[in-house]
């Protein structure tokens, strides 16, 4: 069964900061990799996502990932954060005809 | 304006009592899905449609109940098996591709926060 990993359950940064959140997953075949947000009081939104290609995927409001098939990782990344980005981000995986399976979470603080 | 509804924004339930909690979307999606969460936990699947008429177990089935009659409804029904009902629980939908559910990012309800009374 696949099962996703976040390992920073709270993150607090000061604005301007640069940012990384790690995201493993356990799955052997080919994958589709997600990360989502959720600000507060508001639904989940999709950020990124990767299906295949090139592995550094860029996504909206100056948010990157990096698949690394070998270690089995897809992290989440920002040059340097704003206090508007504080919430919680979800990694998620599937695989053919699979639902998603998300992560834990980590929640980002980020303080001026 | 498309997306998913969810309703109530609040629900309170006193012990014993099955409640529905409603999805409807209008984004013309195949497939729905119910989640669960909770502090720390994340999102946990607990069933999934990829089409009308049919759905299957997510990993955290038992207690819950579901249809799927229309296309755009989805309703989940907490039942009073259901031991620990207090949580959050968000519904979402994805396009889907002929009973497939692929590789189409899901998009999210406002969610519906049900409290024991």
């Known amino acids: 069964a696949q099962s996703v990993s976040q390992h920073n359950h709270h993150v607090i940064l000061s604005e301007a900061a640069s940012l990384e959140l790690g995201c493993n997953y356990s799955?052997?075949?080919?994958?589709?990799l997600f990360w989502y947000v959720q600000y507060p009081g508001q639904h989940l939104q999709l950020l990124l996502k990767?299906?295949?290609?090139?592995?550094l995927v860029k996504g909206i409001k100056g948010f990157e990932a990096e698949f690394i098939k070998s270690k089995f990782s897809f992290n989440l990344r920002k040059p340097s954060v704003q206090w508007s980005d504080t919430a919680e981000y979800f990694c998620?995986?599937?695989?053919?005809?699979?639902?998603?399976?998300f992560g834990k979470g980590t929640r980002l603080s980020v303080i001026a | 304006d498309g997306g998913i509804t969810q309703s109530p924004k609040y629900l309170f339930r006193k012990e014993g009592q099955n409640v529905t909690l409603s999805c409807e979307q209008n984004?013309?999606?195949?497939?729905m899905y119910w989640y669960r969460q909770d502090p720390g936990q994340g999102l946990r699947l607990i069933y999934y449609?990829?089409?009308?008429?049919?759905?299957q177990k997510g990993d955290i089935a038992e207690g819950y109940s579901v249809s799927r009659e229309k296309k755009e409804s989805f309703p989940l029904t907490v039942t009073s098996a259901q031991k620990n009902p207090t949580a959050f629980y968000l519904c979402?939908?994805?396009?889907?591709?002929?009973?497939?559910?692929?590789?189409?990012?899901?998009?999210f309800g406002d969610g519906t926060r049900l409290s024991i009374l």
């Open positions: 998620a995986v599937n695989s053919g005809n699979t639902p998603l399976v």
């Open positions: 979402a939908s994805s396009i889907g591709n002929r009973g497939r559910l692929g590789n189409q990012p899901q998009h």
């Open positions: 990767y299906f295949s290609g090139d592995p």
């Open positions: 799955y052997g075949g080919t994958v589709n």
């Open positions: 449609s990829q089409i009308v008429n049919d759905f």
């Open positions: 984004l013309n999606h195949d497939a």
